[in-house]
C-alpha cells in the first residue's frame, strides 16, 4: 500500500503565501518524478509544477515567479511554496508520486486526496 497525505492548503488573501507538502508512505522501492496539479471548479486538473528526483523543475506558465517546487528524498517529500498568490490560483491542489512499489516491476502513478486553496479578500 502506498499513500500520499497532502497538507498545508487554506484560506489567504490575495498576495499571501502559503506551503503545501505531500508525503510519501508506504511499500516504496523508488520515486522518480513527482509534482502538483491542481483543479478549478469547472475546469480540467492542470499541472502546476513538477521535479524529477534528480531535482529538474518545470512550472506552468500561469505560476512562473511565483511558486517553487522542491523535494526531500530522504523524506519521500515534494512541498510546493506559493507566493504571490491571486484568486485564479483557487483549486483543489493534487500531489503526484511516479514510482515504483514493492512487488511491481514498473512506475504507475499515485495521486493525494487533494487540499483545498483558496485566494481570496
Known amino acids: ?22 508525503a510519501v508512505s508506504g511499500s516504496i522501492v523508488s520515486i522518480n518524478g513527482m509534482g502538483w496539479y491542481r483543479q478549478a471548479p469547472g475546469k480540467q486538473r492542470e499541472l502546476v509544477a513538477t521535479i524529477t528526483s534528480g531535482g529538474s ?3 506552468a506558465d500561469s505560476v512562473k515567479g511565483r511558486f517553487t517546487i522542491s523535494r526531500d528524498n530522504a523524506k519521500n517529500t515534494v512541498y510546493l511554496q506559493m507566493n504571490s498568490l491571486k484568486p485564479e490560483d483557487t483549486a483543489v491542489y493534487y500531489c503526484n508520486a511516479n514510482l515504483v ?14 487540499t483545498q486553496v483558496t485566494v481570496s479578500s
Not at 511491481?104 to 495521486?111: E, F, I, N, Q
Open 1 to 22: 500500500q502506498v499513500q500520499l497525505v497532502e497538507s498545508g492548503g487554506g484560506l489567504v488573501q490575495p498576495g499571501g503565501s502559503l506551503r503545501l507538502s505531500c
Open 57 to 59: 523543475t518545470n512550472y
Open 101 to 114: 512499489s514493492q512487488g511491481v516491476s514498473y512506475v504507475r502513478p499515485y495521486w493525494g486526496q487533494g
